[in-house]
């Protein structure tokens, strides 16, 4: 069984500061993980992807995160959060099956707010 | 340019009244999929497919249909709509062996059944 958990439902951060949204997973397997984000009215963008290579991930938009293993955690962070990052996050933990099934389980989501 | 294409993008229904969501892609893609969110729950995957005129059950498939008859099309059918299926509905798509598992999102279907 895999699950996701997102630590935080709601992020504020002001403009200028860093962005830190926790997510920790739970899976049988070795994972794929990534992060996707989705802007008010509009369809999930991914943002960025960890697929067993390097451990620290970069994305889209000056946004990262960190694989760790012994803590089960992959977070995202972005030095200086921009007031364009305000949306929805979301982490997502995929398990592709020797059969080619693409299994995603979503965690809840969370919103992060940008104060001017 | 490659995308995911959904329709309607907003519905608004009644009870019983049988209602098709199509979606449709340009990439070739092999794989398929539909979602529902819901607040507080991220989002659900109802069904997927694989490949042409292979589909199965995603977590919450109870009250919807679907066919794979072309590779690139992949509609949703809710043959006897109820108001708890009301919900922003996410048609996705990948290629499974070269996407390492990152799929592609239409930009949705907002759905309310009264």
């Known amino acids: 069984a895999q699950s996701v958990t997102q630590l935080d439902s709601h992020v504020s951060v002001s403009e200028g500061t860093p962005v830190l949204l926790r997510c920790n997973y739970s899976?049988?397997?070795?994972?794929?993980l990534f992060w996707y984000v989705q802007h008010p009215n509009k369809g999930l963008q991914l943002l960025l992807k960890?697929?067993?290579?390097?451990?620290l991930v970069k994305g889209i938009n000056g946004f990262e995160a960190e694989f760790k293993k012994s803590e089960t955690s992959f977070h995202l962070t972005k030095p200086s959060a921009h007031m364009s990052d305000a949306a929805e996050y979301f982490c997502?933990?995929?398990?592709?099956?020797?059969?080619?099934?693409?299994?995603?389980?979503f965690g809840t989501g969370t919103r992060l707010t940008i104060i001017p | 340019e490659a995308q995911v294409t959904q329709n309607p993008r907003y519905l608004i229904t009644v009870t019983g009244k049988k209602l098709t969501v199509t979606c449709s892609q340009n990439?070739?893609?092999?794989?398929m999929s539909w979602y529902r969110q819901d607040p507080g729950l991220g989002l659900r995957q109802i069904y997927y497919?694989?490949?042409?005129?292979?589909?199965d059950k995603g977590d919450v498939p109870e009250g919807y249909k679907v066919s794979r008859k072309e590779k690139r099309n992949f509609p949703l059918i809710l043959e006897s709509p109820s108001p708890n299926q009301t919900s922003l509905y996410f048609c996705?798509?990948?290629?499974?062996?070269?996407?390492?598992?990152?799929?592609?999102f239409g930009p949705g279907t907002r759905l309310t059944v009264t």
């Open positions: 996705a798509s990948s290629h499974p062996r070269r996407g390492g598992g990152e799929q592609y």
């Open positions: 497919s694989m490949n042409v005129e292979v589909t």
């Open positions: 960890y697929t067993s290579a390097a451990t």
């Open positions: 899976s049988s397997y070795s994972p794929s």
């Open positions: 997502v933990v995929i398990i592709i099956s020797n059969f080619g099934n693409e299994k995603l389980t």
């Open positions: 990439m070739n893609h092999e794989y």
